[in-house]
């Protein structure tokens, strides 16, 4: 009867001697039963039943869903990741589409003024105004895998670096698909690229990976982090400005102190502003038809920078050790920074830049 003595001392019923084996499985049910209802799942425990003790199967680890990269929110985009280089002087908007980028990159170009690179990843949108490729692009763009780099074209200084990277390009005034002039519009601020077509005749392109953000709701260093409810720094001589919109939580491109809309009437506006300080060299072999020598930025190596969310400031570092590898951002004490998911304006200024 030991059998018996067990099932009573794990219920803390005493029953007699007489108790049949039949009673002994009623128990026994009785006694897994009840730990399932306190777990939830079942337990690794042994059975009773009078035989062999049986060892029931152990919870399964929950399951992991890949979220996108570039935003931390929804799942893993299918298709290739594509950027567009646009245009960002007052000639060229509204600019259609920009907002729906998943990182906006801010650079210096020709002559103090400055560019856009903006890279889409689920969304694929109809894109203006589309401008030439630039020598510093591929430098840019390398630690996102083979994505699409989208252009309207470049002269051969410009168009050698890309063809010599691993990216794939999709270039207008080599005959491309997916573009088309807006009549609406003078040249060269009319040119339209279709991201969707353009990424169905890439398919052998790179799904867009990890460059490097570290996504999280909640900081409570930003508790301590002064409040910063503008962004103001200069990207060559142009200036660049930010203002925090609390009801939206978003910071809402800013020109002459007035929100910057898109095409589509909504602000281009992002959770997060990252000004990132690098080395910006001139490339006086590449000169422009008034005189002005084409810039390159320098995104290898290691700088400061100062990144604005939720309304708050934090200082830190940025590190890319080679053009294949992502980018840290960490804070003063070697911590990841932490950017709200939803998205990022990352504005590539000079070391003497403000903020």
Known sequence: MRTHRLVAAATGVIRSKTFIGASVLVVAALVVGTALSHTGSPPVTKVVTGKAAVRAPAPRPPVVVATNPLTGLGPLPAGPGVAVTIDDTAAARPSLGVQLADVIYI???????????????????????????????PELLAEYGRIVLVASGGDSLELAPLDQSPLFSSINDRGAV?????????????????????????????RVRNVGFTWAVVDPRLALAPAAAYVNTLVGSTPVSFAWDATT??????????????????????????????????????????GSPATNTHTVGTGRVELFRSGKHIRGTWTRPSLSSPTTFADASGKPLLFAPGGTFMVLVGPAAPS
């Open 107 to 137: 650079e210096q170009a020709e002559g103090g003024r400055c560019r856009m690179v903006a890279v889409f990843a689920p969304s694929k949108p109809q894109v203006e105004a589309v401008r030439s490729v630039r020598e510093r692009n």
């Open 249 to 290: 939580g978003l910071y809402e491109r800013t020109a002459g102190g007035s929100p910057l809309l898109g095409a589509s009437g909504a602000p281009v506006a992002k959770p997060n502003v990252l000004i990132q300080y690098t080395q910006i060299t001139p490339d006086n072999a590449d000169v422009d038809t008034a």
């Open 178 to 206: 997916g573009f088309h002039r807006d009549n609406s519009r003078a040249a060269p601020y009319n040119l339209v690229a279709n991201l969707a077509q353009i990424s169905a005749a890439h398919k052998a392109a790179a």
